[in-house]
């Protein structure tokens, strides 16, 4: 059931057979369809989500109602509003699915009595999240200066599966562009 999450964590170093048990039936599956919330701004985050299949982007709705997507996370990473989960204050941002997705979730009280457990799982799963962190600033990063083609090439280059995979508003939202320059954008490409 949670061979994806195991897979992944065993990259990071062995797990017993026994921790593997108890690891798998400590999370538990959800699916999503596209434009589906896992988690909604305002309240407290307090789950910690393992992407097994599709894609999930990390979003704010702004005053105007405009949605603005920060990142976009794909399979075998590890999901979570991280300011809200960590310190349990309300976040701003949402989790929603950019296509139809599958992940597992683990409550912020099971993880941590997982951690009980298995001690070691607090520094294998902080040093991913940290990493993943690490990434998601350099990918950001990586637009900074650049103009609105330049971007969107990179994205392409950065990650082509994704922008194969979520909408086209989601990812102009993403390079801080409008749809209608996405658009002239993409036809002038071909």
Known sequence: MAAALLAYLHLF???????QALIADAWTPRS???GGTLFAAGSVCQEL????????RIMVAQETGKEVTHFFLAENRFC???HSFTHAVPAAE????ACPTRVLAIGK?????????????????????QQGLLDKIQTRNAYLGQD????YQRFLQGQPDVARRVSLTDIASYLGITPQSLSRIRRGRR
């Open 13 to 19: 170093g062995p797990l017993p057979a026994p921790d």
């Open 32 to 34: 999503v369809a596209e």
């Open 49 to 56: 989500f393992f992407i097994e299949e599709g894609v999930l």
């Open 80 to 82: 979570t509003i991280l």
């Open 94 to 97: 949402s989790i929603q699915a």
């Open 109 to 129: 009280p099971r993880l941590e009595a997982l951690y009980q457990q298995l001690p070691y799982l607090r520094a294998r799963i902080d040093q991913i999240i």
């Open 148 to 151: 609105s083609a330049t971007r």
